[in-house]
């Protein structure tokens, strides 16, 4: 009987999920829409009963050895979800014990999406040997997940590991959080949506994002037009680069990493994010670091990696107890 997880990433429009096995291959996925929910009761309850359904469209005799959940906000210790900005239910929802009141698997484990990433990096992705790495994911937000010795980094109540919500500039652009200035506002995909329209602003270069709204403007469009060589996108990129590797170097002070992965959106930009974070990461180093952090690209590749990064929770969680 073949040994799987489910992994579940709980987005702000849809919760993806999927059936893994102990080599990251998914067997089988769906989907339901996050946002159509505001009781979580309700939202839980029409999960579960998707999971089973998924289930049963296999022909393959399972051993489900647990579920693992990414999810904004999401308490490692507490097993809850704790004020999500970006989901409709609000306060704190006890997922985990929700779910275990409809499904009965040894292990129901959750975490933030970024270190459910960071944990499928290192069981089935580019740090697989390393002990020591920073995951960030850059997407609708920054998030990040901090491996020592190969540990999750949890802090005392769970929730350590906000680099996205360090602060690049006190009095700088205003924050989903409440506050100014955080890294997440600067180096997400609507970060550097705000960087184009501040230059398009401040610069008279034209540019094929001027006739573009704001509404309209995605973080592709100004992929592609840097790809076409327009000086406002490629500036912007520079830009990003530049808060984000400076943000990367104070990182690396307090853990030493062996390696930071980009994962996201934002960092399917290749070249034109890498380049100059790496430049800027590497100036603002302090000398005993300097050229010794890797800074790669997440091989969690593809439409699956949110639900791998979930799934490789549980193996992290019955290996730890073993």
């Given amino acids: ?14 919760t993806v999920f999927g059936i893994v096995d102990k080599k990251g291959n ?20 029409d999960l579960c009963i998707s999971i089973i359904e998924t289930i049963k469209l296999t022909d393959e005799d399972f051993e489900i050895k647990g ?41 129901i484990i959750l975490t933030n999406d970024a270190n459910a990433a960071a944990i499928g990096e290192m069981i089935y992705g580019g740090a697989k040997d390393m002990k020591n790495f920073i995951m960030i994911t850059l997407g609708t937000g920054v998030g990040s997940g901090i491996i020592v010795n190969g540990e999750l980094v949890y802090g ?38 705000r960087t184009v329209f501040e230059l398009l602003a401040n610069l008279n270069e034209p540019s094929e994002l001027r006739d573009v709204s704001c509404n309209d403007l995605s973080a592709k469009m100004i ?14 990129f520079e830009f990003t680069g530049k808060i984000l590797g400076l943000k990367l170097a104070d990182a690396i002070a307090h853990t030493s990493p062996e390696a930071i992965f980009l994962f996201g959106g934002l960092a399917q930009a290749g070249d034109l994010i890498f380049k100059p974070t790496l430049y800027y990461m590497e100036k603002n180093l302090l000398n005993i670091f300097k050229n010794k952090v890797k800074l790669l690209p997440s091989q969690l590749e593809g439409s699956d990696a949110a639900i791998l990064g979930a ?10 107890v073993s």
């Fill in 311 to 320: 799934s490789a929770l549980v193996w992290k969680e019955l290996d730890s």
């Fill in 67 to 107: 579920i693992g959940l990414g999810a904004p906000n999401g308490n490692y210790y507490k097993g809850t979800i704790e004020f999500a900005p970006n989901l409709k239910f609000k306060g704190i929802i006890p997922l985990v014990d929700m779910i275990k009141n409809q499904l009965e698997y040894p292990v």
């Fill in 26 to 45: 998914c067997i089988i996925k769906n989907s339901i829409s996050t946002d159509a929910y505001d009781d979580a009761k309700l939202y839980v309850k």
């Fill in 1 to 14: 009987m073949k040994e799987v997880a489910i992994g579940i990433d709980i987005g702000g429009t849809n």
């Fill in 156 to 193: 005392h109540d769970g929730f350590a590991g906000e680099i996205g919500h360090t602060i690049v500039d006190p009095n700088g652009r205003m924050c989903g959080c409440g506050r100014k200035g955080c890294l997440e506002t600067y180096a997400s995909a609507p970060g550097i949506k």
């Fill in 223 to 236: 992929d592609n037009a840097a790809l076409n060589g327009d000086k406002i996108a490629l500036e912007s």
